[in-house]
């Protein structure tokens, strides 16, 4: 059985509409008006593989570099699992941060998803979205979003306590890819970055530009290194 469907949207103003959320693909696709480049967590990488910067080609950077890969307890009939990403607790969350601003994302997904946005130019909370799915598909339901404005980096938060994950995440075409010492992803690297990377030193996240496990002087060299270039 089909549980009802709600869709539940609030914004920065308690009661101010902030979008549109979808559990159709096909209308989601319509609406956003593009075919979306696909990332596949299920058939991409390798089990229990750390994800980070291996998407910054395709224009997305992973903030809390405690994610990874890993097998869904669902399977079906014929005993095959699904991958997903096994995301950090607590809480169930995950951090995106985009080349560019966008309006449209999706994702495939166990649960009802809240999507946290946060504006390209201030990084400030600008609106909320959950988009509570029906039963259907059960653990590989599709939740898309468009956004009334746009947006580069989002949160996404878990709506299954204990089982939160990622199959597939949907995004806009012809997105720039991320250098890997832009960390702020605005398309240079400058100063902002370096404030970035010494607020983050010590530590282990998207400023380790040399893949050593935190973030130290050789990677501040590398990134002031690119930024005189």
């Known amino acids: 059985?089909?549980?009802?469907?709600?869709?539940?949207?609030?914004?920065?103003?308690?009661?101010?509409?902030?979008?549109?959320?979808?559990?159709?693909?096909?209308?989601?696709?319509?609406?956003?008006?593009?075919?979306?480049?696909?990332?596949?967590?299920?058939?991409?990488?390798?089990?229990?593989?750390?994800?980070?910067?291996?998407?910054?080609?395709?224009?997305?950077?992973?903030m809390d570099w405690n994610d990874a890969q890993g097998f869904s307890s669902s399977c079906d009939d014929g005993g095959g699992c699904r991958g997903w990403f096994s995301l950090s607790e607590p809480p169930l969350s995950i951090r995106l941060r985009f080349s560019?601003?966008?309006?449209?994302?999706?994702?495939?997904?166990?649960?009802?998803?809240?999507?946290?946005?946060?504006?390209?130019?201030?990084?400030?909370?600008?609106?909320?979205?959950?988009?509570s799915l029906p039963v259907i598909d059960g653990w590989n339901s599709f939740a898309g979003i468009i956004a009334d404005e746009p947006f580069q980096e989002i949160v996404y938060i878990s709506g299954v306590a204990g089982n939160g994950q990622i199959n597939d995440l949907y995004i806009p075409p012809g997105l720039p890819p991320i250098k890997p010492a832009d960390l702020n992803c605005d398309g240079t690297v400058d100063a902002e970055d370096l404030g970035e990377i010494l607020a983050a030193y010590f530590t282990r996240g998207p400023g380790d530009l040399d893949g050593n496990l935190f973030v130290d002087g050789s990677d501040v060299a590398l990134l002031i290194a690119e930024w005189l270039k």
Request: overall charge negative; hydrophobic content about 45%; glycine content about 10%.
């Open 100 to 131: 560019a601003p966008i309006t449209a994302l999706a994702i495939r997904v166990n649960g009802s998803p809240n999507f946290v946005l946060y504006s390209e130019e201030t990084n400030e909370e600008i609106g909320v979205q959950v988009v």
């Open 1 to 62: 059985m089909t549980s009802a469907l709600a869709i539940i949207l609030c914004g920065a103003v308690a009661g101010t509409p902030f979008g549109e959320g979808f559990t159709d693909q096909a209308k989601w696709i319509d609406a956003a008006g593009f075919s979306p480049v696909t990332l596949d967590f299920v058939t991409e990488g390798g089990l229990y593989e750390a994800v980070n910067e291996q998407y910054l080609p395709l224009a997305v950077r992973f």
